[in-house]
């Protein structure tokens, strides 16, 4: 019912919480387009307390919006300080941490970035991966950010868990390609790297018959981040490889 002495921040905000099943569908649209005033922000933090119909959705559910929103109002100094303290609570499943982690690559600040290596090592430190990461990187997978030199050495721990090694490979082929790290940073790891590359081409090229192919989603940037090292025998022999498979 409509309370004229509650703002519609508050009213839609309430409406998120229904169990009104048609009355939250009509609350959670109008949230993805509803500006909210600076005034909102704790109001906001405690709705994210709440329980929401669609919870169950991984993609585009209203606790997602309802940050998506929240982080419109804030600066950047807010960002990191509520992510810092709020990150481990959000859903580890969907796309909420994800957006976080993004968020804090957009600010392009020494802190947010020395964050997002914190959260993202201990994300891959854990088994099972449940935060898609093609949004986590943000620009740092194609743009020249200078604090990307400072992620390592430490960024190579993701190279531990395989879910998160295309993070580690999209970063370090981009920062080579616009000079912020050099060969000497990764260079240690050319037997680890090489035993990637050469399991991830082996996966391409072992799909059954009717099955779809295998896209390695960082084959190529390994491949590249070996090709820039001192040739060996066997990275000779996977590029011999690859051109004769191309050919």
């Known amino acids: 019912s409509f309370d004229i002495f509650k703002s519609k921040s508050t009213q839609l905000l309430e409406s998120l919480k229904s169990s009104d099943t048609t009355l939250f569908k009509a609350s959670s649209m109008a949230l ?40 419109a109002l804030m600066d950047s100094v807010q960002k990191i300080d509520f992510i810092k303290n709020n990150y481990n609570s959000m859903p580890d499943s969907g796309i909420t941490r994800m957006d976080a982690l993004g968020e804090l690559v957009n600010i392009q ?10 959260l993202i090592i201990a ?31 430490d960024l190579a721990k993701l190279l531990d868990n395989e879910d998160f090694k295309e993070v580690y490979y999209s970063i370090s082929a981009n920062a080579l390609k616009h000079k912020l790290i050099t060969t000497n940073t990764y260079s240690y790891l050319k037997d680890k790297i090489f035993s990637d590359a050469r399991a991830e081409y082996k996966r391409m090229n072992e799909h059954a018959s009717g099955q779809d192919a295998y896209y390695s989603p960082y084959f190529s940037d390994a491949l590249y981040m070996l090709n820039l090292l001192p040739a060996s025998e066997h990275v000779l022999q996977l590029n011999s490889e690859v051109i004769a498979d191309t050919v």
Do not use: H, V
């Open 109 to 118: 600040s020494k802190e947010s970035i020395d964050l997002w290596k914190t």
């Open 32 to 71: 993805k387009g509803y500006e909210f005033e600076k005034s909102d922000i704790p109001q906001i933090i405690t709705t994210l307390k709440a329980n929401f119909i669609d919870d169950t959705l991984e993609y585009g559910n209203t606790r997602f919006w309802i940050y998506n929103r929240l982080y």
């Open 123 to 153: 994300a891959a430190s854990k088994s099972g991966k449940k935060t898609p990461l093609y949004g986590t990187i943000g620009s740092m997978g194609y743009d020249s950010l200078p604090l990307i030199s400072s992620l390592y050495p």
